[in-house]
């Protein structure tokens, strides 16, 4: 590492010196948007790391270089759009219609009655049914959304959190009913009831027994 710091002070002196004196660079000082400096170049030198702690291998916590252990050699990232409106019949034919293009993986988007747990037809979601994404109420209405979609094939995130569990087995119920084994699923749920209680409001249960759900 000391070699490494003198060859960086080597180069200073001789290669950028020659030429900054001949074409300064564009200002004094760079730094990013939070005002930090940048320097030039960052080396090994710069950084105080445990690789096996800190970085560690693809597939092994700390996961920082990605969950799969092969990484994209193994197959390219999910290609998917965020999308859901209407009703689950209408937002079906928006996941075929993507799926047919070429996407690789569904984002389901599901309306603000549905985040909080109100059907379609209870008074106090008047005026938001289907109107941020897809209006779920039922298990009919999952069966819908995925009416003809396999999902052993397909990978879906879904953008739901006070709810999660509810929905989450609405979706395992569907892919049973497709003959599918529940191993066989991949993808998400957001699942995030911090993130809803502290920014977006749209939480069911307050924050302590929403982490034990």
Same mark, same amino acid.
């Given at each position: ?13 001789? $290669? !950028? ?9 564009? /200002? ?11 320097? @030039? ?25 990605? !969950?799969?252990? $092969? ?6 990232? $999910?290609?998917? /759009?965020?999308? *859901? ?13 993507? %799926?047919? /293009?070429?996407?690789?993986? %569904?984002?389901? #988007?599901?309306? %603000?009655?549905? /985040?909080? *747990?109100?059907? #379609? ?10 109107? !941020? ?17 396999? %999902? &052993?094939? !397909? ?6 959190? #006070? ?24 993808? $998400?749920?957001?699942? &995030? ?6 920014? @977006? *409001? ?9 982490? @034990?759900?």
């Amino acid at each position: 590492m000391d070699n490494l710091k003198r060859a960086k002070r080597e180069w200073e002196k001789t $290669t !950028v010196k020659k030429v900054t004196a001949r074409f300064p660079e564009r /200002q004094e000082r760079f730094e990013t948007l939070s005002g930090i400096p940048l320097d @030039r170049v960052y080396t090994p030198a710069d950084v105080e790391v445990d690789y096996l702690n800190d970085l560690g291998f693809p597939g092994q916590y700390p996961f920082t270089r990605g !969950v799969q252990p $092969t990484m994209y050699r193994g197959r390219l990232w $999910t290609m998917r /759009q965020y999308a *859901g409106y209407a009703t689950a019949e209408e937002s079906n034919a928006r996941y075929k219609y993507l %799926l047919e /293009q070429g996407q690789t993986g %569904l984002s389901v #988007a599901f309306d %603000l009655p549905t /985040q909080i *747990g109100y059907d #379609a037809d209870d008074p106090l979601a008047e005026g938001e049914v289907g109107k !941020v994404g897809v209006s779920i109420s039922s298990l009919d209405d999952m069966r819908v959304l995925f009416n003809d979609i396999p %999902l &052993d094939k !397909v990978s879906t995130s879904m953008t739901i959190n #006070a709810p999660a569990a509810v929905l989450l087995a609405m979706y395992i119920a569907v892919a049973k009913e497709q003959g599918v084994d529940p191993r066989q699923l991949r993808g $998400t749920v957001q699942n &995030d009831i911090l993130k809803e209680y502290i920014a @977006r *409001g749209t939480y069911i249960f307050p924050p302590r027994p929403s982490m @034990r759900l």
